[in-house]
């Protein structure tokens, strides 16, 4: 597998050196012509010079024990991403605006692929995760086991963040990932007992699996009674543009019913209203009646 990956990295390279470097103009110039026209080959020409910059940038991560070919395949993604957003007429330099999305998209799948608990997920926690064992390095603070109150308070101060982040994220980073399916006891323990049977259920109970389903069956019939309101072509179009897993376009349904896309837009903005004004009497007239039935 390992080769299979170096394969795919050595491939990458090659082709990163077929890609010329571009001049401020050249670039600015395969930028306006993809976002202006999208003309595919000036952003093939774009994203390709810049591909050296993704296995630059990556190669900084691999202190993290994941595969260089994955880290560039994640580089590349976000090298993508910047190609769709960037405007050249902001002035800058491609290679700038790409830097921050390709660490991102890096970063991003570190923090998702390190460890099998998800480590990061405000900003604080991320500023930790990729700067935490550096900072300790600086202090000579190798051992394992909580930090000294003295280096909890410079690293929150160094990355602005708060102390007890530091300590969660400390704790988190010098732990190990364990089955669920280990022994309480351990290898050779009496028990066979496993971890996974100690955890809680925090699923629903059956009570509220029936409330859920009988409350989705009665929205169901809800939805029956105020599509009745509509007349069939309203009716057809809220379904084709609000309830198929698919929907169809405007253009489609104005060749259909052989009007414009804009009247189709609008019919569909009028069904829709009165389909949630039917829903709302359907809702107040529920409710009178599950008062009648309490006093009753």
């Known amino acids: ?92 330099r491609f290679a700038t605006y790409a830097m921050w999305w390709i660490r991102a998209a890096i970063q991003e799948y570190i923090l998702h692929s390190w460890s099998l ?43 602005d963040v708060p102390e007890a982040e530091v300590i969660e994220m400390n704790r988190r980073l010098g732990g190990a990932d364990n089955s669920l399916n280990a022994l309480l006891g351990g290898p050779g323990s009496d028990g066979d ?36 309101k509509l007349n069939p072509r309203e009716r057809d179009i809220i379904f084709e543009r609000r309830l198929k897993d698919e929907p169809s376009t405007l253009e489609e349904l104005s060749h259909r019913y052989a009007v414009s896309r804009e009247r189709i837009r609008q019919i569909e903005v009028r069904a829709f209203e009165k389909l949630q004004r039917a829903m709302r009497d359907q809702t107040r007239l529920t409710r009178q009646d599950n008062r009648a039935l309490q006093v009753a």
């Not at 003309?39 to 595969?67: N, W």
């Not at 935490?132 to 160094?158: N, P, T, W, Y």
Request: hydrophobic share 40%; net charge negative; no cysteine.
């Open 1 to 92: 597998m390992n080769h299979k990956l170096d394969t795919t990295l050595v491939r990458f390279v090659e082709e990163a050196k077929r890609f010329p470097m571009l001049s401020h103009e050249r670039e600015q110039e395969l930028a306006r012509a993809w976002r202006g026209q999208e003309d595919r080959d000036a952003l093939k020409h774009l994203v390709g010079s810049h591909l050296r910059l993704v296995v630059k940038i990556a190669r900084g991560f691999t202190g993290y024990g994941l595969p260089l070919a994955d880290l560039v395949a994640e580089g590349n993604v976000g090298l993508m991403q910047a190609a769709e957003k960037f405007d050249p007429e902001r002035g800058f």
């Open 117 to 159: 608990v998800k480590m990061g997920t405000t900003a604080a926690q991320k500023k930790l995760f990729f700067n935490l064992r550096r900072l300790k390095g600086q202090m000579a603070e190798f051992e394992q086991g909580d930090l000294s109150a003295e280096a909890v308070s410079k690293i929150a101060i160094e990355l």
């Open 193 to 228: 007992s496993e971890w996974l049977d100690m955890l809680p259920d925090e699923g629903p109970n059956q009570e509220t699996i029936v409330g859920d389903r009988r409350e989705l069956q009665q929205r169901r019939e809800m939805l029956d009674v105020a599509l009745k």
